[in-house]
């Protein structure tokens, strides 16, 4: 539903009325967010500022939306872009590079998915990742109980939920955000507030395997 905006604003809002012309034929809407990030990744030694549109699904979660705002600022790329219908779209990827040939070099999902598609995108893709604003511990299970390639190759990140009903608190229609990220730790400030939550991984251990 969005991309870096200073590359294709043109196309960002092609999208959006694209998006809130098909919710509201169903009586729902839309709701576009803007946000101008300076990014501070201290343990990636990435310095950046971008300027993104998201557009809120009807069903979509703050925690959700902010998770994958988060997401795709961490990972942000050549290529990289959100799932063009959303929520709309169950079986495609909820952020993702693609190469114009085809090459999938990054699968990023949002919340707690299913072994299936993790099974999926661990064979589709050179690299899976997951940020859930969910316990884990239940993805973990399905994970270790059900055949997923790669499955200990997929890295998940999980953000308290406390931290993202903070930052929902202070969402604005347009928002300018400063997140640093160091050792681990997240420090998103907006205006003259800041939040502080671990972003915390939690490896795939199969049986066997440790």
């Known amino acids: 539903m969005g991309k870096a905006a200073g590359n294709f604003p043109g196309a960002y809002e092609k999208l959006y009325f694209t998006l809130s012309a098909k919710a509201g034929r169903l009586g729902q809407s839309t709701t576009l967010y803007r946000f101008h990030i300076n990014l501070s990744d201290i343990d990636q030694g990435v310095y950046k500022t971008l300027d993104l549109r998201l557009a809120m699904h009807p069903s979509e979660s703050y925690a959700y939306l902010i998770t994958r705002l988060i997401a795709f600022v961490l990972n942000e790329q050549e290529f990289l872009e959100f799932a063009p219908e959303g929520l709309g779209d169950p079986d495609a990827a909820g952020i993702s ?14 919340g707690n998915p299913s072994a299936r598609k993790l099974h999926k995108a661990a064979k589709a893709a050179k690299k899976v990742l997951v940020y859930t604003y969910k316990d884990p511990e239940p ?3 399905e994970i270790r ?19 993202l009903e903070a930052l929902a608190a202070r969402l604005e229609r347009t928002n300018t955000w400063n997140i ?10 907006v205006g003259d507030d800041s939040e502080t939550a671990d972003l915390l991984e939690h490896p795939v251990q199969l049986a066997g395997n440790g």
């Open 97 to 110: 590079a693609a190469t114009p040939n085809g090459e999938i070099r990054l699968w990023i999902e949002i």
């Open 139 to 141: 993805l973990l299970k």
């Open 145 to 163: 109980a059900n055949k997923v390639y790669h499955a200990e190759s997929i890295g998940i990140f999980s953000l308290a939920p406390k931290f």
């Open 180 to 189: 640093v990220l160091h050792e681990k730790t997240l420090n998103i400030s």
